[in-house]
């Protein structure tokens, strides 16, 4: 299984269904091949009808699931350009093929949770599928082990995760074409977890 999000905005809390209501989710499942079976929009209780009518079955093929997510995130009307992708990919048996498919997610910008559940999964294919760029060495962070017990409690971290994301977009009215560099200080605070400083430098155009 393979839940595709996008759009997410985090002036909103999660509905009781696990969803917020401003968010577009998608749903992909793959056993030897994959197929999409909820496209990406904001009509989530019929994702959460098309989760409850998933059955196991067949192989574990977790790369056509990953590239036919991938391929929702870049073809979707719905799927807008100043979000962020989220993946959050589940498999419940030894997978194949999942690193070259995340890998090339990953570089579209995708950042993608991996799910191990229950103990047929091999979690060191995970592992390889799992965060923000490819071979990202925080992958641990992005990566779950999970069984029925733990579940929902593994899903709602994502989701703490996902919406503590902070995208943020620079501009200036006062620019000087002079070519320099420029560095922007970004700070953030946040009641739960603390501050947060960064810097980050561009280049201002020459001309």
């Not at 093929?97 to 570089?107: F, H, L, R, T, Y």
């Not at 503590?164 to 977009?169: C, E, I, N, Q």
């Not at 501009?171 to 922007?184: C, H, L, M, P, S």
Request: no cysteine; net charge negative.
């Amino acid at each position: 299984m393979t839940l595709v999000g996008g759009d997410t905005d985090t002036d909103n809390d999660a509905n009781v269904g696990g969803f917020d209501p401003t968010v577009n989710v998608g749903l992909v499942e793959f056993d030897s091949s994959a197929s999409l079976i909820s496209e990406l929009g904001t009509d989530q209780n019929q994702v959460e009808d098309d989760i409850d009518g998933l059955s196991a079955g067949g192989g574990t093929d977790v790369g056509s699931g990953i590239s036919e997510a991938q391929l929702e995130f870049d073809t979707s009307e719905n799927n807008r350009d100043n979000a962020p992708d989220f993946m959050i990919v589940l498999g419940n048996g030894d997978t194949s093929g999942g690193e070259v498919p995340a890998n090339d997610a990953k570089n579209s910008g995708t950042t993608i949770y991996g799910i191990a559940y229950g103990s047929g999964a091999a979690v060191s294919d995970f592992d390889d599928i799992s965060g923000e760029v490819p071979n990202d060495p925080d992958y641990e962070d992005y990566t779950f082990d999970a069984d029925g017990d733990d579940i929902t409690d593994i899903f709602d971290e994502i989701g703490q995760q996902i919406f503590g994301t902070y995208t943020l977009k620079y501009e200036t009215e006062n620019f000087a074409t002079d070519g320099n560099d420029r560095n922007v200080l970004v700070y953030v605070d946040d009641p739960d977890e603390g501050d947060a400083d960064a810097t980050e430098t561009y280049t201002a155009p020459s001309s």
